[in-house]
Structures are given as C-alpha cells and as structure tokens.
C-alpha cells in the first residue's frame, strides 16, 4: 500500500481510562511518540536525504569513489532504527545512509567515511562508503558480499542471549540480499537457536537491475518466514509510523525471548542504484516511485496535526543545508590515512 495523506492522517480511537468516552489520539502519539519525536523523525529524514543527494553529486564530480543513494528508504530506516536502545546491536546494508544518521552517526562523520579520511569512524579511510561500523554507537562491522550481515547478526543475537543479555540484534538488507543463502542460513539458525533478532529487509522491488518477480517465485520475502516458523510481516515502508510501530513490537518481541520476527518494508528506490550504476528503469517506472516519495507524505501528516508549517520546514531545511556543508568542508579538509595503516587491524601479532 502506498502511502497516501488520507492514511497518515488517520486518527486512532483508543480508550481515555475510566468509564468517559473514547479520546481521539494523533498516530504518533498512539505509537508511544512525542510531538518533538515524530517531528525529529523527519528532521532526519530530511537531512539523510540531503547527505544522499550531495554524495552522488560529489560522486559524479569525481570527488567520491562512489556514492550509493538512499533516496526512498528514508522513512524504513530512520523510523526502525529508533526502536531500538542504545545498548542493542544493529548490523546495516550499503543503502543504509539514513539508519547511520538517525542512530546517532553525525554528518561530518559520514562524510569522513566518504571522503576515505582517517578519522572515518567506519574503517579509519580503508574501506568504501557504506561499510558502516561505530564503536561507540553498536553499528557492527559489514562486509562488502551482500547479505553476509545477516548470519553475522544471528551470532551476535545468540551471543547476548548465551551471556543471559537483553539486548537486541537488528540486521538491515535489500530484496537482493534475501536472494543470498546467507537469508535462509541466517534465517533457519536464528529460528532453531530462538535468538533475539530482527531481519528488517527493505523490499524496493529491484536488485541492481533485476525485477523482484525474476527472483522471487512468491509474491512476498515476508511469506518466506513460514516455512522456518518465524513470525512474518510487512508494513509500507514509506509511512514512518507503521514502521516504528512494527519494528517496536518485534523488538519488544525478542527482548521477552520470544524469537526472531522478519519484517518486509515495501519502499521505493527514488534514484539509481550507485553513482557507478544507472538506473535502468523505464521513465514511467521512476515517475512510479518517486510519486511514493515517503518525505512530502509524512510531512503532509505533520502538517495535519499543527506540527510543521512553511516556516519551521524552510528553518529545518536550511539547518540540514548548513549541517551537511560544513561536514562537506570539515572532511575535505581532512588528513588520508598514513599508508602503514593499510595493515592495521587486518593481520593479528605474529607471536
């Protein structure tokens, strides 16, 4: 279902306690958000955006090995992100520009992982962008194979509930990647060993370049958790409140043991698949799935409930402007990585 300014601004009706009649709740407050959180939701939406925009300009400019945008996926990410504790794992995907931001990764810090500067949090300048990793923030380390991520997230889930933690593991992955073996291993080890993850796959319906109906002999990857008695399900991964709210539920889920949960968010890829990889969709296919862009629908919703108006938006974009220009500038500026680094954290002491 695409979403639409009818179906954000649906009200809920749920009760006021006590024998008076039934009050009339805002989704966000109904998905247990503040009014500054669901506006903060698309504050960063805004900015990933902008970050993802000016990343495939520099990329075409020749300024960045590669660029990889995340237009589309905006609402998934930062919205399923935030369902989780600070003390909880995540494992990301390439496209991941936007869960990065919103779990805590500044802009300047992106961008020293796009620039290959030393300070990069994610490979101190050793690896590609989107190789997201931060200490500090439980982003684990990924690899370069797609779908890798995901069996390593099942290990790091089985590994808080063998040390009796409450923490949860979330592990993000596109259409193509639940086409890999590491999906099924990954899927079937978690659902024997009851483990407490989250397979969150954004399901945009084209792996580079081939139609999901060309890998999928069914309609839904959600359909797939059946036959390993997990627990599936898709939300539209363009309306940030449904994904918040079902992410929050298979979290919660897995934190009471209750094993994993697949969820499917069915978003649209705006633009191309990298700055090195055009987009081969008909124009009427990209007018398709820009008409699903998940940043005017939500802000229609805000709007709707009193929470944004043209003022504070013109101010949030100008302050998203600001914010990526002066990390633009900080990580050009930026020292590369020395060359005897190139080693370092990759071989173990040799005695």
Known sequence: MSPTVAATRRQARVPSGGDGPPSLLPRHREVGLTDQQAVDLYRAMVVARRISEACLRLAFQGTLDVAIPADGHEAAQVASIRALRPTDFAYLFYRSIPAAYARG???????LDSFGRAAGPSSGGKNLPGHWAHRGLNLMSISGSVGTQIPNAVGTALASKVRGEDAVTIVYFGDGGASKSDFHEGLNFAAVHHVPVVLFCENNGIAISVPFEKQSPVGSIAERAAAYGVLGTTVDGGDP??????????????????????????????????????????????????????????AAYLRGQGLLDKARQAALEARATSEIAQAIEEARDAPLPEPSAATRDVYGPTT
């Open 105 to 111: 990764m500044t802009a300047r810090e992106i961008m």
């Open 241 to 298: 409140l449904a994904v918040y709210a079902t992410t929050c539920a298979a979290v919660e889920r897995a934190r009471r043991g209750q094993g994993p949960t697949l969820i499917e968010a069915k978003v649209s890829r705006i633009g191309q698949h990298t700055s090195q990889v055009g987009d081969l969709r008909t124009r009427a296919e990209i007018r398709e799935a820009t008409a699903h862009d998940p940043l005017p629908a939500y």
